[in-house]
Each structure stands twice: as C-alpha cells, then as structure tokens.
C-alpha cells in the first residue's frame, strides 16, 4: 500500500482547491443561458429511486416516465441511466424501451456497505444477473478511516471481478472523510482496484456532493490517467439540483481533467429534482419565458 501511495503522492494546496472552484463558478454562471451545455448535463444524469416506499409499480411508472420524455419534451436529450435498488433491476430489463439508457442499480451492501463480502458479491452478480449493467456500491468508509487500504482495495476488487462488462462505479462518500488526503487515497484506491467510476457520495448522508471533494476526485482521475493512459469516469450525487451547480462540476471536469470527459461515458452526475429544473431552464431559453416543469 506504502507503494502505490508514493506512486501517487497527494500534492494539492488549499488555496490550489479554493482558487479551482471559484474559477469554476464564474465559468458557471457565465453558461447558464448556453442551452447545448444545458442538454449535454441532462444527457449525463443517472435519474435516481432510492426511497424505502419504492415498488415494482412505483419503478415501472417511473420507467414509463422515461419512455415518454421525447413525447413531451423533444428538446432534451434521454437520460445517461436510471438508478434504482437491486430488486429493481428486472422492471427496468423489460421496461426500458431506448436500450441505450443505462440500467444501474446501487449493491454491496447499499449504502452503509456494512455486510458480508460475499454477500456484496451475490447481491451485485444476482442484480446484473436480472438486467442491471451499472453497479453503484460503497467502499467501506470505516475501514478507510481505521487505515485498513489493502482491505477496502482487494474488497473493490473482488466485487469488479464477478461483475463481467457491468460499469462499477466506487462511492467514496465523502462527507464521512473529512480529509481531503484521505478523499485522494479512496480515490487511488478505487482507480487501481477496477472502477470505472468514482462518485461522491450515496445521497443518504450529509454534506453529499462537495466542490472540494469533486476537486481532489478530479484530480486524482487526472494523476491515474497520466500513469495508465485510462480514463475513469467521475459522478457527484447528491444535493445537487440547480442549473448552477451542475455546470460547476461540469466546469471543473472541464478545467481539471479536460473537454474530452465532458460526455455521459465519463460524466454522470446523480441527481432527481435536477431534472426538472433543466427542463425548466432549456424551456425558458427557447420559449422565451419561465414556466416551472415538474415531469419526475
């Protein structure tokens, strides 16, 4: 572990992180009336269900919702995926009609992740067994704190290896590590155990997303890709429901790790309530005036 964390020393200052984010908003605010930036973040959102009281019925009217965007609004963009809990996975195998839509399902133990390997293992294989081709799970932020890495890492690693051409994307949930060198080592952590995404937080506990947290994942996505030559995507979730603030995430992919991860490949971000509101926001850019949209 001493190895691979020389091999990707934490470097970033305060200020370096500070004086990003600010960068970030100003650009930010600056694209708010840009409507093709607009629609490329409605094409990266995991629209998410993730409520106790959800039901094979409650997960398939949302699915039909989906079906029936392009009907009411053909000025958005589908979805990059729907992201629901595992039991799900079934209703959208048979219900999703646009095949191009993700079918992710949050696993492992969500979203403590406290339980048994080899039930993370069974619970992730069973969901892409009945349809699911995105695996959300968390790392375990416990044994990260307690400074047990070879631990999280071989964790990772075996959930990646019964998960076949399924995406894994690794959340750090961030709010816990209040560190930012521990957020970099969560982050090395899941790049070199088989993520294909990290993400900031499950959304169930606060803060969620963080621009300070984004940073340092970005930057470490950046680092890993300068070692490896690959690309591993990046998703905050969480809290996130404005216009603003997900074009300054979308800014500091852009200013971190370049315009080539601005895409629903290596971009998501997980999100509910933002989905209205784009569609609020691209409708009053090309009707000229506002009328709040409540479709999700």
Same mark, same amino acid.
């Given at each position: 572990?001493?190895?691979?964390?020389?091999?990707?020393?934490?470097? $970033?200052?305060?200020?370096?992180?500070?004086?990003?984010?600010?960068?970030?908003?100003?650009?930010?605010?600056?694209?708010?009336?840009?409507?093709? !930036?607009?629609?490329?973040?409605?094409?990266?959102?995991?629209?998410? &269900?993730?409520?106790?009281?959800?039901?094979?019925?409650? $997960?398939?009217?949302?699915?039909?919702?989906?079906?029936?965007?392009?009907?009411?609004?053909?000025?958005?963009?589908?979805?990059?995926?729907?992201?629901?809990?595992?039991?799900?996975?079934?209703?959208?195998?048979?219900?999703?009609?646009?095949?191009?839509?993700?079918?992710?399902? !949050?696993?492992?133990?969500?979203? &403590?992740?406290?339980?048994?390997?080899? !039930?993370?293992?069974?619970?992730?294989?069973?969901? $892409?067994?009945?349809?699911?081709?995105?695996?959300?799970?968390?790392?375990?932020?416990?044994?990260?704190?307690?400074?047990?890495?070879?631990?999280? =890492?071989?964790?990772?690693?075996?959930?990646?290896?019964?998960?076949?051409? @399924?995406?894994?994307?690794?959340?750090?949930?961030? =709010? @816990?590590? #209040?560190?930012?060198?521990? $957020?970099?080592?969560?982050?090395?952590?899941?790049?070199?155990?088989?993520?294909?995404?990290?993400?900031?937080?499950?959304?169930?506990?606060?803060?969620? @997303?963080?621009?300070?947290?984004?940073?340092?994942?970005?930057?470490?996505?950046?680092?890993?890709?300068?070692?490896?030559?690959?690309?591993? =995507?990046?998703?905050?979730?969480?809290?996130?429901?404005?216009?603003?603030?997900?074009?300054?995430?979308?800014?500091? !992919?852009?200013?971190?790790?370049?315009? #080539?991860?601005?895409?629903?490949?290596?971009?998501?971000?997980? @999100?509910?309530?933002?989905?209205?509101?784009?569609?609020?926001?691209?409708?009053?850019? #090309?009707?000229?005036?506002?009328?709040?949209?409540?479709?999700?």
């Amino acid at each position: 572990m001493d190895g691979l964390m020389d091999k990707y020393p934490f470097k $970033i200052l305060n200020e370096q992180i500070n004086e990003g984010i600010e960068a970030a908003k100003q650009e930010a605010k600056q694209l708010l009336q840009d409507k093709d !930036v607009l629609k490329l973040l409605f094409s990266c959102i995991d629209l998410t &269900s993730l409520n106790t009281e959800d039901s094979s019925d409650s $997960i398939r009217d949302f699915v039909e919702k989906v079906n029936e965007l392009p009907e009411h609004f053909n000025f958005v963009p589908q979805v990059a995926a729907m992201c629901v809990y595992p039991v799900f996975a079934p209703v959208l195998k048979a219900g999703l009609r646009d095949k191009n839509i993700g079918r992710a399902v !949050v696993s492992a133990g969500f979203p &403590s992740s406290q339980t048994f390997l080899d !039930v993370k293992k069974l619970e992730t294989q069973r969901a $892409i067994d009945f349809g699911a081709t995105e695996i959300d799970i968390v790392l375990s932020v416990g044994e990260l704190l307690e400074g047990n890495y070879e631990f999280v =890492g071989e964790e990772i690693n075996a959930i990646k290896g019964v998960m076949g051409d @399924a995406h894994l994307k690794v959340i750090l949930e961030s =709010g @816990a590590i #209040e560190n930012p060198n521990e $957020i970099w080592t969560a982050s090395i952590l899941s790049l070199e155990n088989g993520a294909d995404f990290i993400k900031t937080s499950t959304g169930k506990q606060q803060p969620a @997303a963080t621009f300070e947290a984004a940073y340092v994942m970005l930057s470490a996505i950046k680092q890993y890709h300068s070692e490896t030559n690959i690309k591993i =995507g990046f998703k905050p979730a969480g809290g996130i429901s404005t216009a603003e603030d997900a074009l300054t995430y979308y800014c500091l !992919v852009k200013q971190i790790c370049g315009a #080539e991860w601005l895409n629903n490949k290596l971009f998501r971000i997980g @999100a509910s309530r933002l989905a209205n509101n784009l569609i609020s926001d691209i409708a009053e850019i #090309e009707n000229g005036y506002r009328k709040e949209i409540k479709y999700f």
